[in-house]
């Protein structure tokens, strides 16, 4: 079956910076790959997403990017606010996801 | 829309008690699935369907039982608690194979076996 990893598991960023989240995952036929982000004591609630077909997708401050070959996928926060605190997890599958451990990210002002 | 509506949001059990946690959903996804929380564990699948009538197992099904009678509905049946099943459940549901597969979740239910 599938195998997610992320990393890191923490992230401590100052307000403004970038942060960059990576995954890998080891089932060549995922072709669906969304991020989400949960806040604490609340749902994920999913934030982007991107299929097999394109190797990059941006939506205002985040972006993700894919390269099946190494079977490997990033998720790109610009210009990060203390809102963007929150854990984010990754996942890949088709129909059925497989989400990583998450990622703990805590922007400072 | 109500989305993916889970009961109950908290639930005490002791060792050895059986329950159900309901989810339904009203958004006519085939996709249905049962996952849960562990601190830095991720979200690790239970259960899941892909439509009526047909199950599978996850990566951790052990302990628990499903059925998928109707499209709405996906009940998670714990036959018999123990505390190693203290945990956050989450129910999500999706359109599944097509363009669109984003995963809806329910607001979770947090139990606790003692």
């Known amino acids: 079956g599938e195998n997610v990893e992320q990393h890191p598991s923490t992230l401590s960023v100052q307000e403004g910076d970038s942060a960059v989240i990576k995954c890998t995952y080891s089932?060549?036929?995922?072709?669906?790959f969304p991020w989400y982000k949960q806040e604490l004591g609340k749902r994920p609630q999913l934030i982007i997403d991107i299929r097999s077909n394109v190797g990059e997708k941006k939506d205002q401050r985040i972006a993700v990017t894919l390269n099946k070959t190494a079977k490997h996928f990033s998720l790109h926060i610009t210009e990060t606010q203390p809102e963007d605190s929150a854990v984010y997890f990754c996942a890949a599958g088709w129909g059925k996801l497989q989400f990583g451990a998450g990622t703990q990210v805590v922007v400072t002002p | 829309n109500a989305g993916v509506t889970q009961t109950p949001k908290f639930q005490v059990l002791k060792t050895g008690q059986s329950m159900t946690l309901q989810c339904a959903q009203d958004?006519?996804?085939?996709?249905m699935s049962w996952y849960r929380q562990d601190p830095g564990m991720g979200l690790r699948l239970i259960h899941y369907?892909?439509?009526?009538?047909?199950?599978d197992q996850g990566e951790v099904p052990n302990g628990y039982n499903v059925s998928r009678s109707t499209t709405e509905d996906f009940p998670l049946r714990l036959l018999s608690a123990a505390p190693s099943q203290t945990s956050v459940y989450f129910c999500?549901?999706?359109?599944?194979?097509?363009?669109?597969?984003?995963?809806?979740f329910g607001q979770g239910t947090r139990l606790t076996v003692v």
């Open positions: 958004m006519n996804h085939e996709y």
């Open positions: 089932d060549s036929a995922s072709n669906y």
């Open positions: 369907s892909v439509g009526a009538g047909i199950t």
């Open positions: 999500a549901s999706s359109y599944g194979q097509g363009e669109n597969t984003e995963a809806f």
